[in-house]
């Protein structure tokens, strides 16, 4: 059975399919190489002789691209839940609420044939949903600023907290006029949330910017992802790690990382799962997708 991870670097797939530590002799971790595409094969007896309870697999470039499954990733997925191994699908993407995402891989044919049912919600880890958690879990009650996009404000409306920034915000007049007259800002802000936004412009990093500069303004990003995972090897489409470096750079402050490989993720797995994948038997399977975006603090 083809486990179908994709685009994958080659340390991560030593690292958690084959046994490697995925560091050299001094205990660092490898120097990067460039992403290769590869294949690895999991036959059905394989699977049954991994040592695990539960398997995490990242979605883009792993189990599906675009609207595409990587053949043999459903296969895979599926035969661990019918061994009665835990399966969570967890992704950085955070356009999406987890109703969203739980339909795309009804859709892609994920689900567990033992019990005969599909993906559920619970089995969805995404940014969007971590953030509303974290959120929520901190007891916020003020309203959100958010450069991102609807899967963010969906999520944090589930938990009852007020949201704005969604969407086209245009540049209608000069830097000037912006500074002395037009740029309104809501008093009630206490949150900015920094994630993919495909509307990104000058006038939403400033607004993002002018609401961190104080320093009781919590700052959120959703994940650092360089990168969108492309089948195109001559077009680079920017990931959200360009635009929450760039909003660091002009609030002068880091933002809290909610995605991978942050510190955050991985608890929220273990604490909200019981999963122990940082156990040194090693009771968890990791299918990464690319190095830099899931190995660990």
Known sequence: ???????????????????????????NPPSPVHPTEIRTSISPSSVVE?????ALATEAGVLWLYDHGIEGSAEALNRFQHLGKKVFYVTNNSTKTRDEFV??????????????RDVAQDEILSTSYLTACYLKDLGFNKKVFIVGSIGIAKELEAVGIRHLGVGPDPVLTDLGSLVSQDLKLDPEVGAVVVGFDLHFNFLKMMKAASYTNNPDCVFIATNTDERFPMDAA????????SIVAAVETCAGRRAFKIGKPSAYICDAIMKRHQVQYRHPSGKALWVPDTFSSNRGD
Do not use: W
């Open 1 to 27: 059975m083809d486990l179908g991870i994709g685009k994958v670097e080659i340390e991560e797939v030593h690292r958690y399919l084959c046994g490697g530590r995925g560091e050299n002799h001094e205990g």
């Open 234 to 241: 001559n077009i680079v489409v920017p990931g959200t790690g």
């Open 50 to 54: 991994l040592n695990t309870t539960s």
């Open 103 to 116: 339909a795309k891989c009804e859709k892609l044919g994920f689900n567990t044939t033992k019990a005969q």
